[in-house]
């Protein structure tokens, strides 16, 4: 099968191992990868600031670049959430018809990782070995917008020598939330202090998520206290081959 | 103007006492409704009834409140229309005076917590006394509601038997155990129910076709106060009208297992005008807008209009269960409150609410009449930006140098590369930082090459230096501006081309 993989512009720049991670599984599960080198950044930041007219012309752009791709996978639920649940509010804000039916039928073709693989690849064991203590963080968009379920967690359970264990309260939000982890630092730190002591109570070496974003806020908290608890995508670990 | 929620939300989250309070009552409510929702089969059929109704009575508003006046008129009551708060409390004040009347009891009411009647009442020389247990210990302590069903969820027991030690049982010595407490607050609300010659309530429900007001409450004190008194008013919001009596069959399943966590509500009172032998005399109804016609102009915004006050994404919200109630500066509070107060007040009141969310999106998912706060949230926050900020605002500058480098690849690869040395739009984003990110938290660096490098490279290998069919086929239909383009070429920028 043909995959154009829709990186987004956060794991472009600050997480490429992740996009590497995704190439890796699904050249090795023989599907062939492709990458349109014109997308940029599918506007999930403006239109969750109120800034919808910027990212409207950034699914503008989206669909130009995407448009005769088959099947499309993002290592991220909330970009592809942003994609097939978010794009059609865009267009109807802006009045905008063809849009509209545009990105309906993109929506359709669009994945998060966990879905791609279960869903249409149907697949859960990738041939991934990690023999480490994981625990998994379900981040609200991929739970709430995209409903991947225990997508993830059906993956992770097929990874040889896993120790996986269940955190508690897994379903409230670590906090990360876009800007609202700035414009409401205190909040933001609050929630993420009771994800972090979950965490913990684990005794996990790794937390798991699909999302670099929620990750990034978790790890950057994590790292400053030498809490000696790493984070790493979901891809990545489906990725391992034992390291 | 309000301070803000972010300040005010600092402020709370500070309070150790408060934190614990709202975890814990936050949680185990929590726990209870997800039990009780669990039994039923047809959860998600009821929601979508419960949000088809609620959706039907705004679409014909106009309609069921001529309706509804009909009705009540017709059973013996009087309607009194009140375009503000200021109206309504005029109306209420009017008829206690008319009847002689210098104190009320009160039902727990939400609505006129918005217009502020108890202060409007005092300074007309009425004594209003709040009867529902939370409201009376609110009221004693001079305090605000935090909560729409659990207004004093930010007390424990101890703070509560060392306020009723000090205002209603002075002289006694009370234990902290709940009956202690609600045996003193029985024996003083008693008199006033057997004294008051005028009840005031709020409404869950008005009935357009039966004129049928229903109030819902777990203490029977709401029973006491539109039953006792010779005089009842009742100040209810235009947006809680039902069309048809039939639709209380819905409601009355979705509210108590989503507010209080019960199977069915304690106490469910329904009236219909007057009756010759039983309860009050005369009944007045006052409906009341401030600010609901302005929210049901707004498309997306007007499905706040449907909420039927339950409470579920209070509970249920990660920010509110730890911020609590009064970081929202408002009698609205949570998720519901953050999409109805700018609304209802305007926008530039309150401008900081719709961000009062990470977008988790629990509220929504636990929202018995499927208000999609959310979406309601992200579309006031582009009103704000439109309508109230301005286009020199430092973030909105940031954020248009933002969508101009995504508008090009070019443009993006550019600022992916002055990313990497700390600079340019990227390095702008409102999470950099000199936002505040690092206060708290490390932030990752910039990794050398970027992942479209990397596939550059590998497909470069593969293909003997040759560019990639994709490639090609992807720069040949981009379609840039190319004025544009030469524009940003000319500015300094290297061409891509010398990434390698």
């Given amino acids: ?243 | 103007m309000t301070v803000g929620f972010p300040t005010r939300a600092r402020e709370e989250l500070a309070n150790a006492q408060l934190r614990r309070n709202m975890g814990k009552a936050t949680a185990t409510i929590r726990a209870k409704r997800a039990r009780v929702v669990a039994e039923l089969d047809d959860w998600e059929a009821l929601r979508s009834a419960g949000a088809g109704i609620k959706a039907r009575a705004l679409a014909t508003l106009p309609e069921q409140l001529e309706r509804l006046e009909a009705s009540v008129t017709a059973a013996g009551g009087v309607v009194h229309w009140a375009r503000d708060a200021a109206e309504a409390n005029a109306h209420v004040a009017r008829i206690a005076h008319e009847h002689g009347v210098d104190e009320v009891v009160k039902v727990k009411s939400i609505a006129t917590e918005e217009t502020q009647l108890n202060e409007a009442l005092a300074a007309e020389g009425i004594t209003a006394h709040e009867t529902d247990l939370a409201e009376l210990i609110v009221q004693l302590s001079n305090d605000a509601p935090s909560h729409i069903l659990v207004p004093a969820i930010h007390r424990n027991r101890e703070e509560i038997r060392a306020l009723f030690e000090r205002t209603i049982a002075q002289g006694q010595q009370l234990t902290s155990d709940p009956p202690a407490l609600t045996e003193a607050a029985r024996r003083f609300l008693r008199e006033r129910f057997l004294r008051a010659r005028m009840g005031v309530s709020g409404a869950n429900f008005g009935v357009a076709e039966t004129g049928t007001i229903c109030v819902v409450e777990s203490e029977g004190n709401g029973r006491m106060c539109t039953t006792l008194p010779e005089v009842l008013v009742t100040v209810m919001g235009i947006e809680k009208v039902l069309p048809e009596h039939r639709d209380l069959e819905v409601m009355l399943q979705l509210l108590p297992r989503s507010s209080t966590a019960e199977r069915m509500n304690p106490y469910t009172s329904l009236w219909t005008g007057v009756s010759a032998d039983d309860g009050p005399r005369e009944f007045h109804l006052v409906l009341l807008d401030n600010g609901r016609t302005d929210v049901l102009a707004d498309e997306v915004g007007r499905q706040a209009l449907r909420c039927i006050r339950c409470s579920a994404c209070l509970n249920s919200c990660p920010v509110y269960s730890r911020t609590g109630g009064h970081a929202y500066e408002s009698v609205y509070p949570g998720p519901i409150g953050a999409i109805l107060t700018p609304q209802l007040r305007g926008l530039d009141e309150a401008p900081t609410l719709p961000w009062a969310s990470s977008l988790c999106g629990a509220c929504y998912e636990v929202c018995p009449v499927k208000i999609d706060i959310p979406s309601v949230l992200i579309h006031l926050r582009g009103r704000v930006t439109r309508e109230v900020k301005s286009s020199r605002d430092p973030e909105a500058v940031s954020m248009a140098i933002v969508a101009r480098a995504f508008a090009t690849r070019r443009r993006y690869e550019t600022a992916q590369r002055l990313a990497r040395l700390g600079r340019g739009p990227i390095a702008r984003l409102p999470l950099g930082p000199l936002a505040g990110w690092t206060a708290t938290r490390d932030l990752p660096e910039v990794p050398a090459e970027s992942f479209r490098q990397w596939w550059r490279r590998r497909g470069e290998a593969a293909a003997g230096g040759e560019r990639s069919e994709t490639e090609r086929g992807e720069a040949a239909a981009g379609g840039e501006p190319s004025g544009t383009e030469r524009g940003e070429a000319a500015a300094g920028d290297e061409p891509s081309g010398t990434e390698r």
């Fill in chain 1, 1 to 243: 099968m043909r995959i154009a993989l829709f990186i987004t512009c956060f794991n472009d720049t600050l997480f490429p191992g992740t996009g590497r991670a995704v190439v890796e599984v699904l050249e090795r599960l023989g599907h062939e990868v492709d990458f349109p080198v014109e997308q940029t950044c599918c506007g999930q930041m403006h239109g969750n600031s109120g800034y919808q007219p910027e990212a409207t012309e950034l699914a503008r752009r989206f669909v130009r670049v995407f448009g005769d791709a088959e099947r499309i996978v993002s290592p991220s639920g909330s970009c592809a959430a942003m994609v097939r649940e978010q794009y059609p509010s865009l267009a109807r804000l802006a009045g905008d018809e063809q849009l509209g039916r545009d990105v309906a039928a993109l929506g359709e073709r669009t994945f998060e990782f966990s879905e791609l693989l279960t869903d249409e690849l149907g697949v859960e064991d990738v041939g991934a070995v990690f023999p480490h203590r994981v625990t998994y963080h379900p981040t609200c968009h991929s739970l709430r917008l995209l409903n991947v379920g225990d997508k993830p967690l059906r993956l992770l359970r097929a990874v040889r020598d896993i120790d996986l264990v269940e955190l508690p309260e897994a379903q409230e939000c670590c906090g990360f939330g876009g800007t609202f982890a700035v414009k409401n630092a205190d909040t933001s730190m609050a929630m993420l202090g009771d994800k972090l002591r979950h965490v913990r109570e684990t005794l996990a070496e790794v937390v798991v998520a699909g999302d670099n974003s929620c990750l990034m806020h978790m790890g950057g908290a994590l790292r400053r206290e030498r809490a000696g608890v790493r984070t790493m995508h979901l891809a990545e670990v489906l990725a391992s081959r034992g390291a």
